[in-house]
C-alpha cells in the first residue's frame, strides 16, 4: 500500500521569503516522487521528479526538494518567493512495479503575500 | 499546439443521462491515464492504458465507468446514468515510458462535469 501526506492544507508566505511546503509519502516499494503545480483555471504542471538517482532534485522557477527516505519525505523548497508562485502544490508518490500505482496528495495552497 | 487536448471542456447534464469525454494525449506517447478531481481535493487516479490495454483500474471505476482506447491514440472515458456525486473535473494526463518505469505525466486542462 502506499500513502502521501500533504502536512499543509495551506501555507502562508511574504513574497521574497522561503518557502517550504511538505511532503510524506509511505509506499512498500521504492517509489517514484513528484510535485505539481495547479495555477488556477490552468491545467497540472510538473515542478520536478525524483526517480532514485540524485536525492535533492532541482525544478523549475527555482524549486528544489529533497528525497529523505530514512524520513519518507520529499518537501519542496524555495529560497524567495515570487508572487507568480501563488497556487496549489501537489505532492504524487509512483510505484512502478508490475501495474503502475500513482497516489496524489491532498494539495497544498500556497499564498503570497506582496 | 502539441499537448494534451480534452474534449468537451465542460459539460452539463441532467441526472441520469449518459456522457463521453474524448483525451487526445500527445503523439506518440503510449500511457493514458485518467483521473477525477473534485473541489479542494487532489486528482484520484481512475485507470491507465499501455497502449490499447487498460492495464488498472481503481475501485473508484464502478460499473458505470468506462474507458477505452481502441487503437492505442485517443481516449474516451463514459459516465453511464450520471449521479450528482459525478460531478468533479475529468482529467486525462499521457507519457512515453520506454521501460517498466515512473515517467513524467503531462496533463490536459481538464473536462468539467456538472450533473443536475
Known amino acids: 500500500a502506499q500513502s502521501v501526506t500533504q502536512l499543509d492544507s495551506h501555507v502562508s508566505v511574504s513574497e521574497g521569503t522561503p518557502v517550504l511546503l511538505r511532503c510524506n509519502y509511505s509506499s512498500s516499494y521504492s517509489p517514484s516522487l513528484f510535485w505539481y503545480v495547479q495555477h488556477p483555471n490552468k491545467g497540472l504542471q510538473l515542478l520536478l521528479k525524483y526517480t532514485s538517482a540524485a536525492t535533492l532534485v532541482k525544478g523549475i522557477n527555482g524549486f528544489e526538494a529533497e528525497f529523505k527516505k530514512s524520513e519518507t519525505s520529499f518537501h519542496l523548497t524555495k529560497p524567495s518567493a515570487h508572487m507568480s508562485d501563488a497556487a496549489e502544490y501537489f505532492c504524487?508518490?509512483?510505484?512502478?512495479?508490475?501495474?503502475?500505482?500513482?497516489?496524489f496528495g491532498t494539495g497544498t495552497k500556497l499564498q503570497v503575500i506582496p | 499546439d502539441t499537448g494534451v487536448s480534452q474534449d468537451p471542456r465542460h459539460k452539463i447534464t441532467k441526472r441520469g443521462q449518459n456522457v463521453t469525454f474524448r483525451c487526445d494525449p500527445i503523439?506518440?506517447?503510449?500511457?493514458l491515464y485518467w483521473y477525477r478531481q473534485t473541489l479542494g481535493q487532489g486528482p484520484e487516479f481512475l485507470t491507465y492504458f499501455q497502449n490499447e490495454a487498460q492495464l488498472e483500474k481503481s475501485r473508484l471505476l464502478s460499473d458505470r465507468f468506462s474507458a477505452e482506447r481502441p487503437k492505442g491514440s485517443f481516449s474516451t472515458l463514459e459516465i453511464q446514468r450520471t449521479e450528482q456525486g459525478d460531478s468533479a473535473m475529468y482529467l486525462c494526463?499521457?507519457?512515453?515510458?520506454?521501460?517498466?518505469?515512473?515517467?513524467?505525466?503531462?496533463f490536459g486542462p481538464g473536462t468539467r462535469l456538472t450533473v443536475l
Open positions: 504524487v508518490v509512483i510505484h512502478s512495479g508490475g501495474y503502475q500505482k500513482v497516489t
Open positions: 494526463a499521457s507519457s512515453l515510458v520506454m521501460r517498466e518505469s515512473a515517467d513524467t505525466q503531462y
Open positions: 503523439s506518440e506517447h503510449n500511457r
